[in-house]
């Protein structure tokens, strides 16, 4: 008889079901993608107020779950498991709470 | 500037190739309707695929539409949009999600791909930015968001576009 370790469950299908969550593959960029949906869920996109841009762009509001981060760029880019945005200030790189 | 947007979200489609939206804009001297972008989104299906997309023009037949009254994007506006809500799509109208479309044929602007999973979104630069004419016949040129193909999931499908009257 096979034993079962009863320091915790053995099977995904015991546990309570989990809510499902899509990441978007790597290199995925917003514009001409829609959203992207990082590791925690989130989801990423552009608004529609444009603002200060890199040079020769034009860029808009970032979203993050539709609010606001405080944030104009022209694209978002999802590299290496890490939400990147080009700015007029170049890239910055979300790190869990503000772009840096 | 006035700014309206035509947007629809959780949306089950016809199995079939279908107009996603469809703006006729209204008979001069009215103005001319300049789209600022175009989106398309689904949040059902999170199985990788391409799916087809086009903008085209169409001068007769219209689809069979759900009818749609665009939102005003400057809130304060006082005026709404000159196109007003019909489901035949005739000129000065706006409607979505064609459960027919009725054999008319269709312009292309512009063809594109977009991954269902990510969704898309074509923003165009100014100059690159379609403006439709104020029609002056009886048969005016209406601008269309189209599928020509049908998605492998109908449903929770969102899509969108913003224009401006000038």
């Known amino acids: ?100 | 500037m006035r700014e309206f947007c035509v947007a629809i979200g959780g949306s089950t489609l016809a199995n079939q190739a279908v107009t996603l939206a469809f703006l006729n804009p209204a008979s001069a001297p009215n103005p001319n309707i300049e789209f600022l972008r175009f989106w398309i989104g689904q949040s059902a299906n999170p199985t990788s695929a391409q799916q087809r997309m086009q903008v085209v023009t169409q001068v007769s037949s219209y689809p069979t539409l759900a009818g749609f009254t665009p939102a005003k994007l400057k809130r304060s506006d006082p005026n709404a949009s000159v196109l007003t809500s019909n489901t035949s799509g005739p000129m000065g109208s706006a409607g979505i999600n064609a459960t027919a479309e009725n054999g008319g044929t269709k312009s292309i602007i512009v063809e594109d791909t977009f991954n269902v999973v990510n969704g898309g979104l074509w923003v165009p630069g100014p100059d690159e930015r379609i403006i439709v004419p104020a029609n002056v016949s009886a048969t005016g040129a209406g601008l269309g968001l189209h599928l020509p193909v049908a998605p492998a999931t109908l449903t929770n499908w969102a899509w969108g576009t913003n224009f401006r009257e000038v």
């Open chain 1, 1 to 100: 008889m096979r034993e079962f370790a009863t320091s915790g469950p053995a099977f995904d299908w015991m546990l309570k079901a989990k809510e499902q969550l899509y990441e978007t593959e790597a290199y995925v960029s917003v514009p001409p993608a829609l959203i992207i949906t990082d590791a925690r869920g989130d989801v990423w996109t552009l608004g529609f107020q444009y603002g200060p841009a890199p040079r020769g762009e034009f860029a808009f509001q970032v979203l993050r779950n539709g609010h606001l981060v405080g944030e104009f760029a022209s694209r978002i880019e999802y590299r290496r498991g890490q939400i990147k945005i080009f700015t007029e200030r170049g890239y910055k790189c979300w790190n869990g709470r503000s772009f840096t």
